[in-house]
C-alpha cells in the first residue's frame, strides 16, 4: 500500500479560500483555528503539503520545464492549443498565452505548498501529541518546504522567500524577490533539518512519505546545481553507505504502476487508481495523439514526445531504450502506425483517463549515483567516479568506460543522465547548471533546422530561468520585477 494524499474538506481546512501567493487569505478565526488541535488534525495538515505535488503547476508540467526546451523532447501540433509548443520553441511569455497559465501555475502551486508548510510548522509547535511523530512531520513540512522552494528557483531565480505563516492579505505585498543564494541558503536548512528528523523508512501504510535519505539526496541535488561538489560528496555518500537503496535488476520495474516506492525510489510523487482524482495523465499526456484505445483511452495528447536525438542517444544494446521509448503503435482497426512516443511511464491496466498509477520519480537511487560519480570526478577522483557510471551502464547491458580522463568522463555522464533519467523533467537544469546549455541546444537546433517563426531557434543566456508570470508583477510592481530579457 502506498500513501496518497487523499484530503478533500479537509485540504481546504489547511488552506483558506484562495491559494494565490499575492492573495493568500489568512487562517481566520473559526472553524480553521479549530482545526489544528490534535495530532490527526496536524497529519492531514501535512497531507494537504503533499497533495500539492500533483498539481498542474508540479508533478504535470515537469516535462515543459524539464524536457520541452531541450534535445530530448518536442510537442506535437496538437498539443499547442495547451501551450506546449510554446515551451518546445523557447517562446514562453510572462502573460497572455496558455503557455503563461502554465508559467503562472508552476509559481502559484509552488507557494501554495510553501503556505502550507508554513502553517505546518507555526501550529504544530502548540499542539499536544507524541514528540517523535511531531518531529517527523516537521521534518517532512521542511523536506517539502525545500522542495518547492528549489523548484521555484531553479525555474525563476530570484524568488520571494516566505517561511512563516502569513497574518493578513496584505503580508504577502511585503516580500520582493531575494537573491537565488539566500533562498538556496534556506532550503540547504531546511534539508539539513529534515534529515536530521525524518525516520531511513516507514511502516507500508506511510510508504512514499519523505525519508532521510530522500532529504540527504535531494540536499546532494541542491548543492550539485550550485557547483558545491565537495559539499555534496558526503551526502551522497552517505546515502549509498546506508544501503536502504540499490537499483533494481529490472530498469522497467522502476517505472511498474504495481511496483511504487520500490527500492530505488528515494522520492516520488504519489499515484494510485480508484477514480478518487489520485491518478495521473501521463499515459494520456504521452501517448501519441490519435493513438485510439490501444493505447489510451480515448488516444493520446501527444504533449510530449521523443525526439530523433535521444532516440540515437542510446546505444546499441541498451535495454533502457525499449523501455523508454516505443517506436509505434496499432491502432484500434490494426493499423501499425510509425510514431515514437514515451512508454516510460505507460499504465497499461487504465480503465479511465487519468487514472495512471505510474509514481513519478523526483529522486531514484541511479541518479545518486550519477551524481556522486559527477562529484567525485569534479574533486579530482575520476578513477572512483568512473566506477559508479559503470554501475548504471552495467545494469543497461552496456560496456563499462575505461580510461576516461575528467573530461571525457564529465562528457560521459553526461551522457549517461540523459539516457538514464529520459523524461524526468531533469535534462535541461542539467544542462543549465552545467553551463552547456547554449553550445548542446543550439549544435540540436542548427543540426536538425529546428525554426520558429521562420528563424532557427538558437538558445539564450537570459533563457536559463523562465519569466516571472506577469500578473505577480502586476499584483506587487514594486517588489516583483521581470527577469531580464523578457
Known amino acids: 500500500m502506498k500513501f496518497t494524499p487523499i484530503l478533500a474538506l479537509l485540504l481546504l481546512l489547511a488552506t483558506g479560500c484562495r491559494e494565490d ?16 488541535k490534535s495530532a490527526n488534525d496536524m497529519t492531514n495538515a501535512i497531507n494537504a503539503v503533499y497533495a500539492v505535488l500533483q498539481s498542474n503547476g508540479i508533478a504535470n508540467s515537469y516535462y515543459d520545464f524539464g524536457d520541452l526546451p531541450t534535445d530530448d523532447a518536442y510537442a506535437s501540433s496538437n498539443a499547442c492549443v495547451a501551450g506546449h509548443c510554446d515551451f518546445d520553441n523557447l517562446a514562453v511569455l510572462p502573460s497572455g498565452s496558455v503557455a503563461s497559465g502554465i508559467l503562472t501555475s508552476r509559481w502559484t502551486d509552488a507557494y501554495k505548498g510553501i503556505y502550507r508548510a508554513n502553517i505546518v510548522l507555526n501550529r504544530i509547535t502548540s499542539v499536544q501529541m507524541d514528540e517523535t511523530r511531531k ?8 523536506f517539502l518546504r525545500a522542495f518547492y522552494y528549489f523548484t521555484l528557483v531553479q525555474t525563476f531565480g530570484d524568488v520571494p522567500l516566505v517561511t512563516k505563516e502569513l497574518a493578513s492579505p496584505s503580508d504577502a505585498t511585503t516580500f520582493g524577490r531575494e537573491p537565488v ?4 541558503a534556506q532550503i ?3 534539508l539539513t533539518e529534515a534529515a536530521s528528523a525524518l525516520p531511513a523508512t516507514y511502516a507500508t501504510a506511510d510508504a512514499g512519505r519523505a525519508t532521510s535519505g530522500a532529504a540527504n539526496g535531494l540536499l546532494g541535488r541542491v548543492l550539485l546545481f550550485q557547483g558545491k561538489f565537495s559539499e555534496a560528496l558526503p551526502l551522497l555518500k552517505a546515502v549509498i553507505d546506508s544501503k536502504a537503496y ?9 517505472f511498474s504502476p504495481t511496483k511504487g516506492n520500490n527500492a530505488e525510489i528515494l522520492f516520488s510523487i504519489q499515484y494510485v487508481r480508484g477514480g478518487v482524482g489520485e491518478g495521473n495523465l501521463l499515459t494520456y499526456q504521452f501517448a501519441p495523439e490519435n493513438s485510439g484505445n490501444s493505447v489510451q483511452i480515448g488516444g493520446g495528447n501527444g504533449s510530449s514526445r521523443p525526439t530523433p536525438d535521444i532516440e540515437g542517444a542510446f546505444e546499441a544494446g541498451d535495454l533502457r531504450k525499449a523501455i523508454t521509448i516505443s517506436p509505434g503503435y496499432t491502432t484500434d482497426q490494426g493499423v501499425k502506425v510509425d510514431a515514437s512516443w514515451i512508454r516510460k511511464f505507460y499504465d497499461a491496466g487504465l480503465v479511465a483517463r487519468g487514472e495512471g498509477s505510474v509514481d513519478y ?20 577522483n575520476s578513477n572512483d567516479g568512473l566506477t559508479y557510471l559503470n554501475t548504471v551502464r552495467r545494469r543497461a547491458g552496456i560496456p563499462a568506460k575505461i580510461g576516461l580522463s575528467q573530461t571525457e568522463l564529465r562528457i560521459a555522464i553526461e551522457q549517461e543522465r540523459r539516457v538514464e533519467l529520459a523524461f524526468e523533467g531533469l535534462r535541461f537544469f542539467d544542462l543549465i547548471r552545467t553551463n552547456r546549455a547554449i553550445p548542446v541546444l543550439n ?21 536559463k530561468v523562465f519569466p516571472i508570470p506577469q500578473d505577480q508583477i502586476d499584483v506587487n510592481p514594486s517588489k516583483i520585477t521581470q527577469n531580464r530579457g523578457y
Open 135 to 142: 518531529g517527523r512531520i516537521i521534518g517532512e513540512a521542511k
Open 443 to 463: 549544435a540540436y537546433f542548427s543540426k536538425y533546422k529546428i525554426q520558429y517563426q521562420g528563424v532557427t531557434l538558437q538558445f539564450q543566456e537570459y533563457q
Open 188 to 190: 540547504q536548512q531546511d
Open 181 to 184: 543564494a539566500k533562498v538556496y
Open 21 to 36: 501567493f499575492i492573495n493568500l487569505n489568512p487562517i481566520n478565526a473559526g472553524s480553521t483555528d479549530q482545526f489544528y
Open 246 to 254: 540499490q537499483l533494481l535488476p529490472t530498469y522497467e520495474d522502476v
Open 361 to 380: 520519480p523526483i529522486l531514484r537511487y541511479s541518479d545518486v549515483l550519477l551524481m556522486y560519480a559527477e562529484c567525485l570526478n569534479e574533486t579530482g
